[in-house]
């Protein structure tokens, strides 16, 4: 008896072994399944399922708008969700979607727990955030603790003190049930696949890294009210760098003064800080706001000019000019017409 109670025993302990070992696999493919990276080449189009679209149709959809390689794993994960009879027919924009779980998450809830969010170029993490809370009722302080979370950060390799910057601002459809790290993924995959797409159509003036590119671009979206300035104003922070100057770019001065945008004084230019680009030479240690594609593009490829100094006419345009005494000239015109102006 005592000899069947042991033989027992061991064959429950292999068999429970071999439970938990068969669990542990299929807990690893599904992870491994549902993490599959994919990358759509176009993922600012929308695509559209039909109404009773089967899986198949729908992966072959997604492969045509080169969005998958693998119908297979699509088709897989369908069927470990247990969504093949779930896809709904609509649009649908795939921005910042980077794993086949996001995919089928998508396009396998209803409507109503989707919303179209807008994240204005220039913004900070913080504006984003505000954003995002108001439209989806995130967790700001969650969502702000994790772009500063340096493993977290590292996860997408980029060596950077924050997120700030690599949220790409664009309008996208969220749903509802997205967590502040599932967000901030998608926002981050944006940003990478848009920097990618640049390095594809413009060949880079200097050797610049992305962490480089991402916060000059930021300092020209913060100085541009228009697009086509962008390039020249890039034009006079490369062609400062090159000749060892300081940036002097008010907008890093704005970054590191608490509250909203306002005048500067010739007191906030003395604070200290390694964003103050009136004090330290070269790039700021990172982003102050998250650019857009206009911005990046300027950054990358900046116009030929020998411009050094600019100011605005304080109508959102500036003049441009190559020394400080065309500069100082420019200011005291620009006075001159303010006074006029007043009197008028």
């Keep these: 008896m005592p000899e069947n109670n042991f033989t027992f025993g061991r064959n429950y302990k292999i068999a429970l072994g071999t439970g938990l070992a068969l669990f542990a696999i299929c807990l690893a493919l599904y992870s491994i399944i549902l993490n599959w990276k994919i990358d759509c080449e176009h993922p600012e189009r929308s695509i559209t399922i039909q109404k009773g679209a089967s899986a198949t149709a729908v992966a072959e959809l997604l492969k045509s708008e080169s969005c998958l390689e693998n119908t297979g794993i699509f088709k897989l994960a369908l069927t470990m969700t247990m969504k093949n009879r779930s896809i709904r027919s609509g649009r649908y924009n795939l921005k910042g979607i980077s794993s086949v779980g996001q995919l089928v998450k998508v396009i396998s809830s209803p409507s109503a727990d989707l919303m179209k969010v807008t994240l204005l170029e220039g913004?900070?993490?913080?504006?984003?955030?505000?954003?995002?809370?108001?439209?989806?009722?995130?967790?700001?302080?969650?969502?702000?603790?994790?772009?500063?979370?340096?493993?977290?950060?590292?996860?997408?390799?980029?060596?950077?003190?924050?997120?700030?910057?690599?949220?790409?601002?664009?309008?996208?459809?969220?749903?509802?049930?997205?967590?502040?790290?599932?967000?901030?993924?998608?926002?981050?995959?944006?940003?990478?696949?848009?920097?990618r797409q640049?390095?594809?159509?413009?060949?880079?003036?200097?050797?610049?890294?992305?962490?480089?590119?991402?916060?000059?671009?930021?300092?020209?979206?913060?100085?541009?009210?228009?697009?086509?300035?962008?390039?020249?104003?890039?034009?006079?922070?490369?062609?400062?760098?090159?000749?060892?100057?300081?940036?002097?770019?008010?907008?890093?001065?704005?970054?590191?003064?608490?509250?909203?945008?306002?005048?500067?004084?010739?007191?906030?230019?003395?604070?200290?800080?390694?964003?103050?680009?009136?004090?330290?030479k070269g790039l700021p240690p990172g982003p102050i706001n998250n650019p857009g594609l206009k911005a990046m593009q300027a950054a990358i490829f900046p116009a030929e000019t020998d411009y050094l100094y600019f100011v605005?006419?304080?109508?959102?345009?500036?003049?441009?000019?190559?020394?400080?005494?065309?500069?100082?000239?420019?200011?005291?015109?620009?006075?001159?017409?303010?006074?006029?102006?007043?009197?008028?």
């Design 123 to 195: 913004w900070t993490v913080q504006e984003f955030a505000s954003e995002l809370n108001d439209k989806l009722q995130i967790d700001s302080y969650e969502f702000i603790r994790l772009s500063q979370d340096y493993d977290f950060i590292q996860g997408f390799n980029i060596d950077a003190p924050s997120l700030e910057g690599f949220l790409f601002p664009d309008t996208y459809i969220l749903l509802r049930t997205y967590t502040e790290e599932e967000i901030l993924r998608i926002l981050v995959n944006q940003y990478q696949h848009k920097y």
């Design 198 to 280: 640049l390095l594809k159509e413009f060949e880079p003036v200097r050797r610049m890294n992305m962490l480089e590119v991402t916060s000059l671009a930021s300092i020209i979206q913060g100085e541009a009210v228009y697009d086509d300035e962008m390039p020249i104003i890039s034009s006079i922070y490369h062609n400062r760098l090159d000749q060892d100057m300081m940036l002097q770019a008010d907008p890093t001065i704005q970054y590191i003064i608490p509250g909203k945008s306002r005048r500067l004084y010739n007191k906030d230019l003395e604070v200290d800080s390694p964003y103050n680009t009136y004090k330290h």
């Design 312 to 344: 605005s006419n304080g109508e959102g345009r500036h003049i441009f000019t190559r020394n400080n005494e065309e500069h100082n000239q420019a200011k005291l015109e620009l006075k001159r017409k303010r006074r006029l102006k007043r009197k008028m």
